[in-house]
C-alpha cells in the first residue's frame, strides 16, 4: 500500500488500517439475533437512578487503598469479560473509574456526566453543553468498554483535541492498565496507524 493516508472506501475498504478476517455466513445469522435481541434505551429516570448508584458505591471505594482498588480492577476486568457491561457491573465499573479519576487526576465525575457516560455504554448519544466535561464523561463508557475486552475508538473533531485528551486521560488509562493508541491525520504510515488501533482504547 502507497503511503498516502489509509481512508474508508471502495479501494482500500471498510477499516484499511487492519488486516480483516473474512466473516461467515454464521456471523452475519449472530449478528442479526442480536439486533432484535437488543434490549430497550434507559429513560432519564433510569439513567439518573443509575447515577445515583454510581454516586453510593464510590463512597465506599474511598476508603480502599492503592492494593485494593488494584485488586478490585483485575476482579472487574474478569467479570465484565465473562458477563458484559450490564447492570451491577457497570455500576462498580463507573464508581471504580470515578474513584481512579479523583485519585489520578484530580477529577470526579459529576451526577450529569455519569448519566451522559451510561446513556453511551447503552448505545445511546448524549448531548452535553460547553464546560459540562465531555472528555471526562466519555472515560466512563470507554474504561468500562474496555476492560470488558470490546476496542473502543474515543473520536473527536481534530487532530488537536485528540492528542491532547489522549495524554490528559493516558495516566487514567494506564491506572486501570489499559493501553491507549493514537490515530493522526497525519500519520501516514500504514503500520503506524495498525499499532495504534491493536489499542485497547484508540
Known sequence: MSS????????????????EAP?????RVVDRVSEWLKPSRPGVADLE???????????LLREESE???EE???????ALFREGVDGDLAVDGFALISEQSRRVLGMEPYRVQIMAGYAMLRGMMA???TGEGKTLTATLPTCCAALAGMPVHVITV???LVERDAELMRPLYEKLGL?????????????????????EIT
Open 67 to 69: 492494593a485494593q482498588l
Open 23 to 27: 466473516r461467515s455466513g454464521l456471523d
Open 179 to 199: 493501553s491507549v493508541g493514537v490515530v493522526l491525520d497525519s500519520d501516514t504510515e500504514i503500520e503506524t496507524r495498525r499499532a495504534a488501533y491493536r489499542a
Open 72 to 78: 478490585r480492577t483485575e476482579k472487574l476486568r474478569a
Open 49 to 59: 437512578s443509575f447515577a445515583k448508584r454510581v454516586e453510593q458505591a464510590r463512597q
Open 4 to 19: 498516502a493516508i489509509a481512508r474508508p472506501g471502495i479501494s482500500q475498504g471498510a477499516y484499511p488500517e487492519r488486516v
Open 127 to 129: 448531548e452535553m453543553q
Open 158 to 160: 481534530n487532530d488537536y
